[in-house]
């Protein structure tokens, strides 16, 4: 399973939305997001070029750039 570290989440929580996590919060958002990445990749695996790419880190990445205003 890909793996999403907590620290991680609470960052893009703060940066994209202004939203402070706990901790547990943050380490369930991250199995669930760990979990999630870990099914993308296999649907991918089994039908390339047809699994969404919305969701790539670098979309995300992106987004998180234009919400700030970069």
């Given amino acids: 399973m890909a793996e999403?570290?907590?620290a991680?989440?609470?960052s893009i929580a703060r940066e994209i939305?202004?939203?402070d996590m706990?901790?547990?919060?943050?380490?369930?958002?991250?199995?669930?997001?760990?979990?999630?990445?870990a099914g993308a990749e296999g649907l991918a695996a089994l039908a390339?070029?047809?699994?969404?790419?919305s969701f790539s880190y670098?979309?995300?990445?992106a987004e998180a750039s234009r919400l700030r205003g970069r």
């Fill in 48 to 53: 390339p070029g047809v699994a969404d790419t």
């Fill in 22 to 37: 706990s901790d547990d919060a943050a380490q369930a958002a991250a199995r669930v997001a760990g979990a999630i990445a």
């Fill in 17 to 19: 939305y202004g939203y």
């Fill in 58 to 61: 670098p979309m995300l990445i």
């Fill in 4 to 6: 999403v570290k907590s």
């Fill in 8 to 10: 991680t989440v609470k």
